[in-house]
């Protein structure tokens, strides 16, 4: 006659039971994942968006920004040469010595204006 030993089998018991509850409890925190793929339509997630780098340029009194090719002088069309982009992105402010402080902190309130949430200052070198 066949004698099983009922300890290993307990063992295995327990050993099903343990597998059976991890597997159940993560089952749980996959399901408050984001289930969105990239592919075609999914909206792109802001961190995978470049930042934008508005340049701050010029003399006291007379300054410019630059964003990507596109230089300006005015309040007014940095503005709207803003609201034509992504809000969702990042915006750098990037100023070297020549401007004033009015130059670029009218580019960071000019940025904020525009809709962008995320916006930091670098002052170069």
């Known amino acids: 006659m066949l004698a099983l030993n009922l300890a ?57 920004y630059r964003v990507g090719e596109r230089a300006v002088a005015e309040r007014a069309s940095l503005l709207a040469l803003l609201r034509q982009l992504d809000p969702r992105s990042q915006v750098r402010v990037l100023a070297s010595s020549g401007p004033s402080v009015e130059a670029v ?11 962008f949430t995320e916006v930091a200052y670098d002052p170069g070198s």
Not at 39 to 49: I, K, Q
Not at 55 to 63: A, I, K, Q, S, T
Not at 105 to 115: L, S
């Open 8 to 64: 290993t089998m307990l063992d295995a018991t327990f050993l099903l039971l343990g597998y059976f509850l991890v597997t159940a409890a993560t089952d749980r925190l996959e399901r408050r994942l984001d289930a969105s793929l990239a592919g075609e339509g999914a909206a792109v997630a802001p961190a995978d968006l470049e930042p934008v780098v508005i340049e701050v340029g010029g003399e006291p009194g007379r300054p410019w």
């Open 105 to 115: 902190t009218t580019a960071i309130q000019i940025a904020r204006d525009a809709g």
